[in-house]
C-alpha cells in the first residue's frame, strides 16, 4: 500500500480517536444549566425572575408556564402550540448563542432602563450589555410584570431560520424512539451519531481544501517563477484545511440540538482550532516566503542575503508566534490589557532573566550591521576556526575543520577580533630555498630565473608581483627567497596550485642539477679514486638560457598546469591532470 495513503490513514484515525475521547468526556461531564428538580411558579416581577420561568419551566417540561412571560398578544402569536413552539425555538438560539447567567440580570422591579438584555459582559468592572449576542431578545416592563416583548417574540423565526440551515424538526421526528433515548447524560444517541458524521464531514472538507489550496498555489508559484519546496507549500496548506473543517462543525453544530452547555465547550474548542489555525497559516508562510527568498538569493553573487533570510525568517516567526498567543487568548475571551499589564510588572526580572540573550540579539545586529563575514567565509573568532554555516538570532555556527560544529555566542562575537581568511583577495606565498655551496653563480642565476619563468608561466600567480632573489649566505645553505601572491578564491585551490608551482621547481632543481641543502652543517671529505668516474661535463651559459627559456611560458619544459603521474586524485574533482 502507497505510504502516503498509510499516512493518511493513520492522522485519521488520531482525530477519529480524539473526537470520540472529547465526546465522551464532554458528554460524562455535561451538567445541564437550566435543570431543576421540577417546574417552578410563574413569575415575572423582575427581569430574572422571569428569564428563570421561561428558561427553566422549559427544561422541566412545564411548557405552559415557560410561556407566561412573553408580549403575544401584540406580536400576533394566538393558540397555545404556537406559543410553545416559539418559547422552544427561542431557547434553542439562546443554547447556540450561550448560557445566560442569571447572576447578571438585575432582580429588582425597578431597574434605571427601559430594556434589560439577556447577556452581559465585564468593562472595567462594570457589567455592560453585550451586543455580540443576542441583542435582539430582551425584557421590558409592562405594568407589574417584565415580559419579552412582541419584538422579541417577532425576531424568534428570523433567529431560528437563520440558525438553522433546513429545518430538521420533520427528521426528529421520523426518527426510531431508541434512537431518541437518552444515552450520556442526556444526550441521545442520534446526536452521538450526528456529531461523529458532522466530524467526518469536517475532516473530509479539511483534506479537500488543502488539496487544493496546495496545488492552486504552487501552480501560481510556478507560473511567477517562484517555484517553493511542495512540502513547505503543502504544510502551510493543512491549517487552512483546519480552518475550513472548524467552519464546517460550526455551520452544522446547531442541527445536534446539543444543550447550552456542550454547545459552550464544543464553540471554545473550534474558536481555539480556529484561532491555533489561522496563527499557524501565518507561520507556515513565512516558511513559504522564506523558501522563495531563499531560492532567489541563492542565484545572487552577494552572501548577504543568503544570512539574512534565515535571521529574519526566524525573528518573523518569533514575532507570529508571540501575536498569535495573544491573538488566541483573546479568542478564549481572556482580558489581554490585565495579561499585558501584567507582563510590565515581572518585565525588570525578565530583562535580568534574559539579558544573555538581548546581548546575543544585539550581537547578531551588530554582525549584519558591520559584515565582519558572511555564510561559507572560513574565520577564526577568538581562537576557534572554522567555515561559517549560519548566522542566528543568539549564536553564529561554525563547521570546524574536523567537521565539528562549534556554536558562538553572538555577544561575544561582536566583540572578538576575528580573523576572515576568506578575506583574503590575493593568497601570499612566501617561502626560502635552500641551494648547496657546491653550486656555481651560473646555476644560482639560472635558477633563480627558471622560477621566475615557472611564475611568469602560471596561469594562477599575480604577474605584477612576485619576487625570486638569491637573499642571503645561511649558515647552511645559499637562500633564495620565493614570494608571490596566487589569485584563487578557495584554500583547495591554493594548495593545488601552490603543488604544481612546488614541484615545477624541483624540476628545474634537478635540470639545473642544483642540489637542496640539508639545514645541517655536513663535513665534506674529497678523496682521489682511481675508480672514480669522470664528472660530468659544465653546462654552457647557453644550455643555461636555453633550460630557462624551455621553463618559460611556451617553453618545451615548463608544466604549468601541473604534473603528475597520475590524473591526481584530488578531492571533488574530476579534472584529468596532464601526465
Known amino acids: 500500500m502507497n505510504s502516503e495513503l498509510l499516512r493518511k490513514q493513520s492522522v485519521f484515525v488520531w482525530w477519529l480517536r480524539w473526537a470520540l475521547v472529547f465526546a465522551i468526556s464532554v458528554f460524562s461531564l455535561h451538567k445541564p444549566v437550566y435543570a431543576q428538580a421540577g417546574p417552578i411558579p410563574p413569575n415575572c416581577s423582575t427581569p430574572r425572575k422571569a428569564v428563570r420561568s421561561f428558561l427553566d419551566n422549559l427544561n422541566a417540561g412545564a411548557t405552559v408556564s415557560a410561556i407566561r412571560c412573553f408580549d403575544w398578544e401584540d406580536a400576533g402569536i394566538q393558540g397555545t402550540e404556537a406559543r410553545i413552539q416559539h418559547a422552544e425555538r427561542l431557547k434553542r438560539v439562546l443554547d447556540n448563542r450561550g448560557a445566560v447567567v442569571y447572576a447578571q440580570i438585575p432582580d429588582t422591579p425597578e431597574v434605571p432602563v427601559e430594556r434589560v438584555a439577556l447577556y452581559y459582559r465585564i468593562d472595567t468592572g462594570e457589567l455592560i450589555p453585550d451586543e455580540s449576542k443576542a441583542p435582539e431578545f430582551f425584557l421590558t416592563r409592562r405594568g407589574t410584570d417584565w415580559l419579552f416583548p412582541s ?15 433546513f429545518d430538521i424538526e420533520p427528521l426528529l421526528e421520523a426518527l426510531p424512539g431508541w434512537l431518541t433515548l437518552p444515552f450520556l447524560s442526556g444526550v441521545a444517541l442520534w446526536q452521538l451519531c450526528a456529531l461523529l458524521l458532522v466530524i467526518g464531514l469536517g475532516w473530509l472538507s479539511r483534506s479537500a481544501i488543502a488539496g487544493v489550496v496546495a496545488s492552486q498555489s504552487q501552480r501560481f508559484l510556478t507560473q511567477r517563477g517562484d517555484a517553493a519546496d511542495r512540502t513547505v507549500v503543502a504544510r502551510a496548506a493543512n491549517p487552512i484545511g483546519s480552518l475550513a473543517m472548524a467552519a464546517v462543525i460550526w455551520y452544522l453544530l446547531p442541527i445536534l440540538n446539543f444543550g447550552v452547555a456542550i454547545n459552550d465547550v464544543i464553540r471554545i474548542a473550534l474558536r481555539t482550532l480556529a484561532a491555533a489555525s489561522a496563527v499557524l497559516v501565518a507561520y507556515r508562510l513565512v516558511d513559504v516566503v522564506s523558501s522563495i527568498f531563499q531560492k532567489r538569493a541563492a542565484k545572487t553573487a552577494t552572501k548577504l542575503d543568503d544570512q539574512l533570510v534565515p535571521l529574519l525568517r526566524k525573528i518573523a516567526k518569533a514575532v507570529v508566534s508571540t501575536l498569535g498567543v495573544l491573538f488566541v487568548l483573546q479568542n478564549l475571551n481572556v482580558d489581554i490589557g490585565s495579561l499585558l499589564a501584567g507582563a510590565t510588572v515581572g518585565g525588570l526580572a525578565f530583562s535580568f532573566a534574559a539579558k544573555d540573550t538581548v546581548a546575543n540579539l544585539f550581537g547578531s545586529i551588530a554582525i549584519f550591521a558591520d559584515g565582519p563575514f558572511q555564510i561559507g567565509d572560513w574565520v577564526i573568532i577568538d581562537g576557534t576556526e572554522g567555515v561559517v554555516e549560519e548566522i542566528g538570532m543568539r549564536t553564529t555556527r561554525l563547521r570546524t575543520f574536523y567537521n565539528s560544529i562549534v556554536f558562538v555566542p553572538n555577544s561575544k562575537v561582536a566583540n572578538a577580533v576575528i580573523d576572515n581568511y576568506s578575506g583574503r583577495y590575493k593568497r601570499r606565498v612566501s617561502t626560502t630555498l635552500g641551494v648547496e655551496y657546491g653550486s656555481s653563480p651560473e646555476q644560482v642565476e639560472a635558477f633563480t630565473d627558471g622560477i621566475r619563468a615557472i611564475l611568469r608561466a602560471s596561469p594562477a600567480v599575480q604577474q605584477d608581483a612576485f619576487e625570486v632573489h638569491f637573499r642571503n649566505f645561511g649558515d647552511s645553505a645559499l637562500e633564495v627567497l620565493v614570494y608571490f601572491f596566487l589569485d584563487v578564491s578557495t584554500w583547495s585551490e591554493e594548495l593545488r596550485h601552490r603543488h604544481t608551482i612546488f614541484l615545477e621547481i624541483m624540476r628545474l632543481a634537478s635540470t639545473l642539477r642544483v642540489s637542496f641543502a640539508f639545514p645541517t652543517q655536513t663535513l665534506h671529505v674529497e678523496r682521489m679514486a682511481a675508480s672514480a668516474g669522470k664528472p660530468d661535463p659544465e653546462q654552457t651559459k647557453e644550455q ?33 591532470r596532464r601526465v
Open 151 to 165: 419584538a422579541s417574540v417577532l425576531a424568534i423565526k428570523k433567529a431560528y431560520g437563520d440558525l438553522y440551515p
Open 544 to 576: 643555461l638560457a636555453a633550460i630557462v627559456s624551455d621553463f618559460g611560458p611556451g617553453g618545451s619544459l615548463g608544466r604549468p598546469d601541473g604534473f603528475a603521474f597520475t590524473p591526481g586524485f584530488f578531492a571533488g574533482s574530476e579534472t584529468k
